[in-house]
């Protein structure tokens, strides 16, 4: 079955502690993305990966690292989470720029306390 | 300014009946237009994705239409049934490098038995 995982599902932690969302996709897609969503301002895109070791900012890219070293994962890295980091995360994929996004992973809610 | 602007912010219906999404853009370049489905806790589902060349696409009881001289799109339901209930986005990709895309903040609706 075609997935996008995303782990853990839910976080509550601290501000400064420095925390990774992993994802996974198992489609073979070279492209992969991530998203925040928040009431009232609908989703947006954190940054972007065109392939391996290509990785690129969104909009909201401030306070995040990402790294693509292998083509089915993605990590969101938060290496110090401050409380407006309190979000939906979504990771997705797609198989060309054209579709994208065409999978999304069920989200990553989290709360920095 | 590039946006998408989904009406209304939130509709309830009766099971059965019909009902159309709005979704206006101001995106440009235009590359194409996609609705999603977003159950809660769930991460968004691509319902039909149209380029400019495409007015009409269905998938079930779902049928989209893009006008593109006027920037419009709708979403119509047919039929309605509880599981339809959903927040709904409309997304824009802009026919730049990697398809930039603009988000609108999406309809959510309600169907009530």
């Known amino acids: 079955e075609a997935q996008v995982t995303q782990n853990p599902r839910y976080l509550i932690t601290v501000t400064g502690k420095k925390l990774t969302v992993t994802c996974s996709q198992n489609m073979n897609h070279e492209y992969m993305s991530w998203y925040r969503q928040d009431p009232g301002l609908g989703l947006r895109q954190i940054y972007y990966?065109?392939?391996?070791?290509?990785?690129d900012k969104g909009d909201v890219p401030e306070g995040y690292k990402v790294s693509r070293k292998e083509k089915r994962n993605f990590p969101l890295i938060l290496e110090s989470p401050s409380p407006n980091q309190t979000s939906l995360y979504f990771c997705a994929s797609s198989f060309d720029r054209t579709h994208q996004p065409q999978h999304f992973g069920d989200g990553t809610r989290l709360s920095i306390l | 300014k590039n946006q998408v602007e989904q009406s209304p912010q939130s509709l309830i219906i009766l099971e059965g009946k019909n009902c159309t999404l709005q979704c206006n853009y101001t995106v440009s370049p235009f590359s194409n237009l996609r609705w999603y489905k977003q159950d809660t806790g769930r991460g968004p589902v691509s319902l039909t994705i149209?380029?400019?060349?495409?007015n009409t696409k269905s998938n079930g009881r779902y049928t989209a239409t893009l006008d593109a001289d006027t920037k419009q799109s709708s979403l119509h339901i047919t039929a309605s049934q509880l599981s339809d209930s959903a927040s709904y986005i409309c997304?824009?990709?802009?026919?730049?490098?990697?398809?930039?895309?603009?988000f609108g903040t999406g309809t959510r609706l309600l169907v009530s038995p």
């Open positions: 149209m380029t400019f060349s495409e």
């Open positions: 990966s065109m392939n391996v070791e290509v990785t």
């Open positions: 997304v824009v990709s802009m026919n730049t490098g990697f398809q930039k895309l603009v």
